[in-house]
């Protein structure tokens, strides 16, 4: 099973509303990420958590806050966003292990900052 | 910084014919991995192949094979007999850490019918 889920599918928010994402997987990986992606760009990494600790945060505003409960689970907290953070926002997991380093991408949440 | 470069923003190709995507990269590095990854207008990113740097032999797919240069590093794919449903963007992506991968810019890929 090479699956990862993300919820919701879509999202629309306000300015000054809070939501969250969420992404889970149950693959036994312990690196989870966070990817931002616009229009016919690649994505952007985010955010990095290994073995359930923050290990990479790209400089992300603070509007973004990630949490990772457990090592198959991982959310991403939004709080006052603005219009250009509009975009797809793609999780993904991976083994540590250097034999495995490829990650697994869940379909995504459209996310619309009105 | 490693860098990956796809040079060519959109193709395309007729239905059961053969399409080749470039890619190219730079890293000082000699321990590394590459992989395609497949988007299509469904937006799931899907692995499609992946080949260590350490590895002489090029990896397959099915259809899907690459042509690794080490030297040249350059890292291509070619889909063999083309079908409707191998429509999609893809990324060439390089890691050589465990953690941050770096992408292209992407190849839309039409298939005519």
């Known amino acids: 099973d090479t699956e990862v889920t993300q919820t919701p599918k879509h999202l629309v928010m306000g300015m000054t509303n809070k939501k969250s994402l969420k992404c889970e997987q149950h693959?036994?990986?312990?690196?989870m990420y966070w990817y931002k992606q616009k229009a016919k760009k690649p994505p952007e990494l985010m955010f990095v958590?290994?073995?359930?600790?923050?290990?990479i945060n790209e400089s992300v505003p603070s509007r973004f806050s990630p949490e990772c409960p457990n090592s198959s689970l991982l959310n991403l907290h939004l709080h006052a966003l603005q219009p250009e953070d509009s975009a797809l926002y793609l999780c993904?997991?991976?083994?540590?292990?250097?034999?495995?380093?490829?990650?697994?991408f869940g379909p995504g949440t459209r996310l619309t900052v009105t | 910084a490693q860098t990956v470069t796809q040079s060519q923003p959109e193709m395309s190709v007729q239905e059961a014919e053969t399409v080749t995507l470039s890619c190219t990269y730079d890293?000082?590095?000699?321990?590394?991995?590459l992989f395609w990854y497949k988007q299509p207008p469904s937006r799931q990113m899907i692995l499609v192949i992946r080949?260590?740097?350490?590895?002489?032999q090029n990896a397959t797919e099915n259809r899907f094979s690459v042509n690794f240069q080490k030297a040249a590093k350059s890292f291509s794919l070619k889909i063999s007999d083309s079908q409707l449903g191998d429509a999609a963007m893809y990324f060439c992506?390089?890691?050589?850490?465990?953690?941050?991968?770096?992408f292209g810019q992407g190849t839309r890929l039409t298939i005519n019918p």
């Open positions: 992506a390089y890691v050589q850490g465990a953690q941050k991968l770096v």
């Open positions: 890293t000082s590095e000699s321990d590394y991995y």
């Open positions: 080949q260590e740097a350490y590895k002489q």
């Open positions: 993904a997991s991976s083994q540590e292990r250097k034999e495995s380093y490829e990650q697994y």
């Open positions: 693959m036994g990986h312990r690196a």
């Open positions: 958590y290994s073995y359930e600790k923050l290990s």
